[in-house]
């Protein structure tokens, strides 16, 4: 089973729904983090978690909210889904002191 | 902010050959990681450096952490069709919290069988 799973795979949505994309591990990790990918500009860092009381904006937080169920559940809320957030969202874990990252399988997001 | 310089962007080889790819930054990093992205698919962890001078391998795969701290380089041998995808890099700036990586732009490997 994988250790970083995201769910829904793939999801086409109408601007101004909600929507909300889910991130589980079992890697026992307390570090979460949310990206999203966009051609030609890479990963880029939404909001991050160190553990379930602290939440962070990463820099490019705005329209997007997080919230951190448990610490292996992080999820990534679009209030109002607009169309330039359209990308491939990825879920990211990491244990307190160590620098690598592991990553879920994506969630590919269009709104239309 | 800071940018890691990833080149090439792309490559076109033949089944068989060697690759070289490499990152560059304008400051110093204390980690560097080599991470393969296939199509649908997250990230993936290839290689993982902590000290100057570090050379390690995985597999066909090795990997440098630059003696500047400056720069990584990686390495594919005797290349083979499942290498295709994007190889990112990633590193943490030295200061910079542990939290914080910053990520190449992503080197696009074709391999011709």
């Known amino acids: 089973d994988a250790d970083v799973t995201q769910t829904p795979r793939n999801r086409i949505t109408k601007t101004g729904k909600r929507i909300m994309l889910e991130c589980s591990q079992t890697k026992g990790h307390d570090r979460m983090y949310w990206y999203r990918q966009d051609p030609g500009l890479g990963l880029r860092l939404i909001y991050y978690s160190f553990d379930v009381k602290d939440i962070n904006k990463g820099e490019i937080s705005d329209g997007y909210s997080v919230s951190r169920q448990a610490q292996a559940k992080f999820s990534l809320s679009l209030e109002s889904a607009i169309p330039n957030q359209t990308a491939l969202y990825f879920c990211?874990?990491?244990?307190?002191?160590?620098?690598?990252?592991?990553f879920g399988p994506g969630t590919r997001l269009t709104v239309l | 902010g800071q940018q890691l310089n990833q080149s090439p962007q792309s490559m076109f080889i033949q089944e068989g050959e060697d690759v070289s790819m490499n990152c560059t930054s304008s400051?110093?990093?204390?980690?560097w990681l080599w991470y393969k992205q296939e199509p649908g698919e997250g990230p993936v962890l290839l290689i993982a450096?902590?000290?100057?001078?570090e050379l390690t391998s995985n597999g066909r795969l090795t990997a440098q952490f630059g003696i500047t701290r400056k720069d990584s380089f990686l390495n594919i041998s005797a290349s083979i069709p499942s290498d295709v995808g994007i190889y990112f890099c990633a590193g943490r700036e030295s200061g910079g919290s542990n939290y914080k990586l910053t990520f190449g732009k992503g080197t696009l490997l074709t391999v011709n069988p």
């Open positions: 990211a874990t990491s244990m307190g002191g160590t620098d690598t990252q592991y």
């Open positions: 400051s110093i990093f204390n980690t």
């Open positions: 450096l902590y000290k100057a001078g």
